[in-house]
Structures are given as C-alpha cells and as structure tokens.
C-alpha cells in the first residue's frame, strides 16, 4: 500500500496548528497500518481456508463418519445382555453426546441417526430444534429491545429476516429521533437555541463535503470518456472505480491516498485548507480509525469456522502459521486415531464392556451449547489401551 500524503511539520512547532497538522499524520499512519493488518489478515484466512478445506476438513469427514459408525455400534450393543443397567445408561450417553455433536454442523446430513437419538433421548429432535429456535428467538427479542428496537419475530424467522427487521426498526428509530429532533429545532424557545440546532445542521453539512471535493477533484481527472486513447481509457477506468468505491465506503483515507497517487498533490496543499474544513478532515479520519479497528477485531474472533481460522491457523508471523497448521493437521490424525479406537471397542462387547468401566458419567454431563463444531476433540471417550477416559468435573 502507498503512503499516504502527509503534512511536514517542523519538530520545534508547537503552535496549535502544527498540534493539529501532527495529529492528522498520525491519523493517516494508524489507518494505513490498520489497513494493512486488515489486508494480511484476509489474506490469511483466505489461504486459511483453503488449507482447512485441503488438510483439515478431509480428516474431520472422516471423524465423523467413524462417529456415525461408532454410534450404530453402540446402538446394537445397548440391547445385548452382557450390558447391564449401568453399562446401558453410560452408553446411552455417549450416544446422545456423539449424535448431538455431529447434529451440529448443518453442512452434512446425519438424518440417519434421529431414530436412534429419538429412542434415548428426553426430547425428541424435533422437539429440542424448536425449543433451541424459540429460545433463541427469544433472546433476540432482547438483545433488540436492550438497543431500544421493537421488533416482532415470528417463528419461521432466519438469521438473515431477523437482522432485516432489526435493520428497519433502527431506521424507523433513526428517523422518529429526527423528527423528533426537528420538532425540537423548530419550536426551540430562544434565539440561541435556534442557532445551536442550526451550527449542528452546518456541521453535519461540512462533514459529508470532505469527501466530495476530492471526489470531484478525481473525478474530473480520471473520466473515462475524455480519453481518446483505449489503453488510457482502460486504465482511467479502473481508476474511477476505485475511486466510486472509496467514496460509497466514505473512506477518506482511500481518497486522500489516490489523490495522492492521481493528482500528485503534496501535503502542503492541505496547508490551505480553511480551518473549519481541515477539522472535519480529522473528525471523519477518527471515525474510520475506529471503523477499521472494530471491523479488524471483529474479524479474529469471528464465530464459527471463520473464528477458528483466526484464531488456530492464521497468525501475522508466517513460521508461526506454518506451526500452527501442522500442528492443526497432526491434531486432527490423532484424533481420528481415537475415533478409529473407539469404534474397534464399541464393536466388540466384551472389550467395550471392560472400557465401560472406566467411564464416568457426571450429573449434568454435557450442554450441546457447550460442543464446538470446530473441535477436534469431541468425542475421544476411550484411551488406546481399553480403558476408559474418565471426564473431569466442572
């Protein structure tokens, strides 16, 4: 990425001015550098990605279709009469925990084991995904009206409904406040009030004319249309959508960049800049400061396989990726290895019967809402050798 333009500022200067010219180079660094953790950040998951689609996720199929295998298994074995009323309740229960983790990624299908999830649960399927959509439909309804949103959902409502209703509800909300507002301007009982309403009206003027001046300024320069060249023509193409692009986001950072780049503008030409102008130039500045701060935190610990990209194969250090991946793949092996064993127990009674004895059922032994998806853990029950894994107390 370009350096940004910047204003040259004597080391001795400490007028207000310089103060402010100071503080808009340091703004421009911080994004540009937010930029860039950000642009390496994508690229890492995106290569992230494929690395789990190529080496992680053909292990993690297989896990699963051991942990299918591995519950029909147990299934069969439940009814023999070698198991008695102890033995079937802890498989039972490993049953429920191995069909409830594998329930959990809705990218596959594992309908072939409701039945058998039906027979020893408390709640059937069907009933346990309607009390999970009305539980969380419920804590939407919450979450929406802790932000002072009214929203009514109903019960064949998605992700994706919900978040549109809750997107028209902050809109309604946006434009009740500015009306309400108005109202207020415009039965403001003093003079000074009157002129309060109208400087914040001006003021939110000057802040959305930042951008447009450089936009037109770059616009005018680069207009495709005016260039008779094709190759030209092509490339000032390009470059007025790059600029449209920057100006739909309001990234002003992205604009003083190609301004930059296309206009060959130095910093001394912000020197001339009127003061009021320049000050919004800082305002705006902040705000995609923090935007872009919020935007890259909330990358790295994003939910689901995104998040788990994040946070066990990416990192900014390129040995240590290359660590962590392998260590994510030999994890992965040894897991499947254990699923492997597992199933070699749960197939042959006698010594299943055996490892039973080493595993412990605890009083509340699992929440789905505690199962990740992501884990390459789930379900090692077993140690290798025959005995039985036991689960430790909360």
């Known amino acids: 990425m370009k350096k940004p333009i910047s204003i040259e500022v004597a080391q001795n200067d400490t007028s207000s001015r310089a103060k402010r010219y100071k503080e808009f180079n340091n ?3 911080k994004i540009n550098q937010l930029k860039l953790q950000f642009d390496a950040l994508q690229a890492q998951v995106s290569s992230g990605l494929a690395f789990y689609h190529q080496e992680i996720l053909p292990l993690h199929v297989k896990q699963q279709n051991l942990m299918v295998e591995e519950v029909q298994a ?5 009814f023999l009469p070698i198991f008695g009323r102890n033995d079937r309740k802890k498989i ?3 049953i429920l925990m191995h069909c409830q983790s594998l329930f959990q990624d809705r990218d596959r299908d594992f309908s072939a084991l409701t039945e058998i999830y039906n027979h020893y649960a408390d709640q059937t399927l069907e009933e346990l995904e ?3 959509k009305l539980l969380a439909q419920e804590r939407a309804e919450e979450m929406l009206r802790s932000f002072g949103l009214e929203v009514e959902l109903e019960d064949e409502d998605d992700l994706e409904t919900i978040l549109e ?3 028209e509800a902050a809109e309604r909300k946006q434009d009740e406040a500015r009306e309400h507002a108005e109202n207020e301007a415009r039965s403001a009982r003093s003079e000074k009030q009157k002129v309060k309403a109208e400087r914040e009206r001006q003021k939110e003027k000057d802040i959305q004319k930042v951008s447009k001046n ?3 300024d770059l616009v005018r320069l680069l ?3 005016r260039e008779i060249d094709e190759s030209k023509k092509a490339a000032k193409t390009e470059a007025i959508q790059r600029v449209n692009e920057a100006y739909e986001r309001k990234d002003l950072f992205e604009l003083l960049r190609l301004q930059a780049e296309y206009l060959q503008k130095e910093g001394d030409t912000l020197i001339l800049l009127p003061e009021k102008e320049f000050k919004y130039y800082l305002q ?4 995609q400061e923090l935007d872009l701060q919020a935007e890259l935190n909330a990358t790295a610990k994003a939910p689901g396989l995104e998040g788990y990209i994040c946070q066990n194969l990416c990192h900014p250090n390129p040995v240590t990726t290359q660590i962590l991946r392998q260590r994510a793949v030999k994890e992965a092996r040894e897991t499947l290895k254990s699923h492997q064993h597992n199933l070699k127990l749960a197939k042959d009674p006698i010594v299943l019967k055996e490892a039973l004895q080493y595993y412990e059922i605890e009083a509340d032994e699992f929440d789905v809402d505690d199962i990740d998806p992501f884990s390459e853990t789930t379900g090692e029950v077993f140690e290798k050798k025959g005995k039985g894994k036991k689960k430790k107390k909360r």
Request: positive net charge.
């Open 92 to 94: 039972a229960t490993l």
């Open 27 to 29: 703004l421009l660094n």
């Open 284 to 287: 705006v500045l902040k705000a």
């Open 214 to 216: 450089i936009y037109g």
């Open 130 to 132: 309607a009390e999970k």
């Open 165 to 167: 209703k809750a997107r």
């Open 74 to 78: 147990l299934h069969r074995a439940y």
């Open 223 to 225: 207009h495709p249309d």
